[in-house]
């Protein structure tokens, strides 16, 4: 994502890049320095402190002060340009942070007010200072060089008592082009011999944030205890996952053995329903085997038909009355009853007849 511009850094109004400061401006003042000390990579720092008609470059590397050079305050336009740049490089190679040059002002060139503030102006106490400065100086923000401290905070108030730190531009300007010039790079911090790397009045941040090998041991170690932490859930939601897995694979084969049984059942019923058709309806074999040996011999059948479980009987004969009591005494036939009158045939001399009757599975004897 580009972040270029402020007004990508909002999010539904919400200035994130403030937010994140924010937040990392009060993680950062929460920890003691004392604990930073040990994280974090101090870079050598050289201060240009003036002891009266000289100016001194104290080297600080690794808490030891030593004096490199001195400078007459008076003719500081007669050294060459690089000068001192000798003598910083080295330090500069030398250190595994870096260098930070530092420029002490005298007291006499300051001008410092105390002040009363809300807590919440905390984090940007040089923009809420720079309206007040033609007020609380003789000069504007375009004149000076300044910086605001903190000095106290009174949390159960929400309150902060800081102290702004001027000099004016006109006379602080001509000595900071000089000592730019005979070090050869620019000057990193503007301060003063109590506050030392508390403030700047070049309004530059302060010291960049170098960790040291503590440090990326220290989230190294953070790392392997969060990956101790996760690893037990990860491991339970993989878990989790399989037993869903299987969970829903016995449940598809529940769900095909639940249709199989169903197709059976389905199955069954039918062949259930065929069996007891055919044991209720017998076939046409059985009926004619049957009425061949009850049918006297006076009497001839032409047709049998059999539908919808009802038999037909047609045929002629003598004394074809007696037939209904025949046909009724069948294992499978009942209600015989003749379908239509019973007539002669002038031909043959024979009663023609047609009987119904239900067809019935075998009665017993």
């Known amino acids: 994502m580009d972040f270029s511009s402020a007004d990508k850094w909002t999010l539904f109004g919400v200035d994130v890049r403030k937010l994140l400061r924010g937040w990392w401006t009060e993680l950062s003042r929460s920890v003691p320095v004392s604990v930073k000390l040990l994280f974090v990579r101090q870079p050598a720092r050289v201060v240009i402190a003036c002891h009266g008609e000289q100016y001194a470059l104290i080297a600080d590397v690794e808490e030891r002060g030593s004096e490199i050079a001195v400078l007459d305050r008076g003719a500081l336009e007669q050294y060459p340009p690089g ?24 007291p006499s060139w300051l001008l410092r007010h105390r002040l009363e503030l809300p807590l919440q102006l ?29 000095r106290e905070r009174d949390p159960g108030n929400r309150k902060i008592r800081v102290e702004l730190v001027a000099a004016p531009r006109s006379r602080v300007e001509p000595l900071l082009r000089e000592m730019n010039r005979v070090c050869a790079r620019d000057i990193d911090r503007l301060t003063t011999a109590d506050l030392g790397p508390a403030a700047n009045l070049l309004g530059r941040r302060r010291t960049r944030f170098r960790p040291n090998l503590n440090f990326w041991l220290l989230l190294a170690l953070i790392g392997c205890l969060a990956l101790l932490a996760v690893t037990p859930l990860m491991a339970k939601q993989v878990v989790a996952q399989e037993q869903k897995t299987a969970i829903r694979e016995l449940q598809q084969s529940v769900g095909e053995l639940v249709r199989q049984k169903n197709a059976i059942e389905s199955d069954g019923r039918l062949l259930a329903y065929v069996i007891d058709r055919r044991l209720q309806s017998p076939r046409v ?8 040996e009850l049918v006297p011999d006076g009497i001839y059948l032409t047709q049998l038909a059999l539908s919808k479980g009802r038999v037909r009987l047609t045929g002629q004969g003598s004394n074809v009355v007696g037939l209904i009591d025949i046909v009724n005494g069948s294992a499978f036939m009942e209600d015989a009853k003749f379908d239509s009158t019973v007539s002669r045939n002038p031909r043959t001399g024979l009663d023609q007849f047609s009987i119904g009757a239900r067809v019935v599975g075998a009665r017993p004897e």
């Open 83 to 106: 000068y001192l740049a000798p003598q910083l490089e080295e330090i500069d190679r030398n250190s595994a942070a870096g260098l930070e040059v530092d420029l002490l002002l005298e």
């Open 285 to 292: 074999a059985v009926l004619v085997n049957q009425l061949s």
């Open 122 to 150: 905390e984090s940007n106490l040089r923009q809420s200072i720079a309206y007040q400065l033609s007020r609380l100086t003789p000069f504007s923000e375009a004149d000076l060089f300044y910086d605001v401290v903190v």
